[in-house]
């Protein structure tokens, strides 16, 4: 789907880089086939060096003849943005956008274009391990939507949706969910250090129990109370530890977490509406 396809990547911070990184490591594309744009020199230096891709501080001359369209900027300078790229995307490319709680018209508007796919990564793709939930436009082809699967499933896994409703809902659950992880992991690991582990030893035992403990679910296809119980014995440590869990309210904490970030997107993304 992506074979001599020109991909340009309008920001190559982070998680530009990452989409960039996996792309070749897969070999789904060439360096040659990629345009990474950046306003500060150096950084289109590094990513040049580490990737051998073309690199261009004008995003209008980059997008020329481009195929995809990957944006990859933060939601503060894309009216900036938009405004210098408006008339000069292709009208047959495909904009896939990553930017964080900006809805499908406002990119439609600001740039003037028609098929767009708006993506809720995490932070995971990084690694190769992201959690993508993407959902396009009716311009947009089948053709393009294999491309959107193939670029995201660079990152990790992907999940289209049919509303753009539910990028709010992944948001709360698979975006903001990693910070949710990594306060449990912090947790564990202090938890480690107080019953008497060196913190080295502590964040080991947690890291790969929690690694391990993904992976068994994974290959099991067990639920995952069908697993917590098989490691519950009745009057047993891991039951003493559970209903103190229990008592704390820790699992109507993640509920209301995962909550309160879904609605806390829908606020933010209703500031458009001003």
């Given at each position: 789907?992506?074979?001599?396809?020109?991909i340009?990547?309008?920001?190559?911070?982070?998680?530009?880089?990452?989409?960039?990184?996996?792309?070749?490591?897969?070999?789904?594309?060439?360096?040659?086939?990629i345009?990474?744009?950046?306003?500060?020199?150096?950084?289109?230096?590094?990513?040049?060096?580490?990737?051998?891709?073309?690199?261009?501080?004008?995003?209008?001359?980059?997008?020329?003849?481009a195929?995809?369209?990957?944006?990859?900027?933060?939601?503060?300078?894309?009216?900036?943005?938009?405004?210098?790229?408006?008339?000069?995307?292709?009208?047959?490319?495909?904009?896939?956008?990553?930017?964080?709680?900006?809805?499908?018209?406002?990119?439609?508007?600001?740039?003037?274009?028609?098929?767009?796919?708006?993506?809720?990564?995490?932070?995971?793709?990084?690694?190769?391990?992201?959690?993508?939930?993407?959902?396009?436009?009716?311009?947009?082809?089948?053709?393009?939507?294999?491309?959107?699967e193939?670029?995201?499933?660079?990152?990790?896994?992907?999940?289209?949706?049919?509303?753009?409703?539910?990028?709010?809902?992944?948001?709360?659950?698979?975006?903001?969910?990693?910070?949710?992880?990594?306060?449990?992991?912090?947790?564990l690991?202090?938890?480690?250090?107080?019953?008497?582990?060196?913190?080295?030893?502590?964040?080991?035992?947690?890291?790969?129990?929690?690694?391990?403990?993904?992976?068994?679910?994974?290959?099991?296809?067990?639920?995952?109370?069908?697993?917590?119980?098989?490691?519950?014995?009745?009057?047993?440590?891991?039951?003493?530890?559970?209903?103190?869990?229990?008592?704390?309210?820790?699992?109507?904490?993640?509920?209301?977490?995962?909550?309160?970030?879904y609605?806390?997107?829908?606020?933010?993304?209703?500031?458009?509406?001003?």
């Open positions: 789907m992506l074979e001599n396809k020109k340009v990547f309008i920001g190559s911070g982070a998680m530009g880089e990452a989409m960039i990184r996996g792309l070749l490591s897969h070999d789904l594309v060439t360096p040659e086939q345009v990474a744009c950046d306003p500060v020199a150096a950084r289109r230096q590094q990513m040049q060096e580490a990737y051998s891709v073309h690199v261009s501080e004008d995003n209008a001359a980059a997008v020329k003849d195929d995809v369209v990957v944006l990859s900027i933060k939601p503060q300078v894309a009216a900036k943005v938009f405004a210098g790229l408006k008339g000069h995307i292709p009208p047959s490319a495909l904009v896939l956008s990553i930017i964080a709680g900006l809805p499908i018209r406002v990119m439609q508007e600001g740039l003037g274009h028609g098929a767009i796919v708006r993506c809720m990564p995490n932070t995971p793709a990084q690694v190769g391990m992201g959690m993508s939930v993407w959902t396009a436009t009716e311009a947009v082809t089948q053709a393009q939507r294999a491309q959107a193939a670029i995201l499933g660079a990152l990790g896994e992907q999940i289209a949706v049919e509303d753009e409703g539910y990028l709010d809902m992944a948001t709360g659950l698979s975006g903001s969910g990693p910070g949710y992880v990594f306060l449990l992991i912090e947790a690991i202090d938890a480690g250090v107080h019953i008497g582990f060196s913190r080295g030893d502590a964040q080991k035992m947690v890291l790969q129990t929690i690694a391990g403990s993904v992976e068994l679910m994974r290959t099991t296809g067990l639920h995952p109370a069908d697993l917590r119980n098989r490691v519950t014995s009745p009057g047993g440590t891991t039951a003493a530890g559970l209903l103190e869990l229990e008592n704390s309210g820790v699992r109507a904490a993640l509920v209301r977490a995962v909550v309160a970030a609605r806390r997107s829908q606020e933010l993304g209703a500031v458009y509406d001003e």
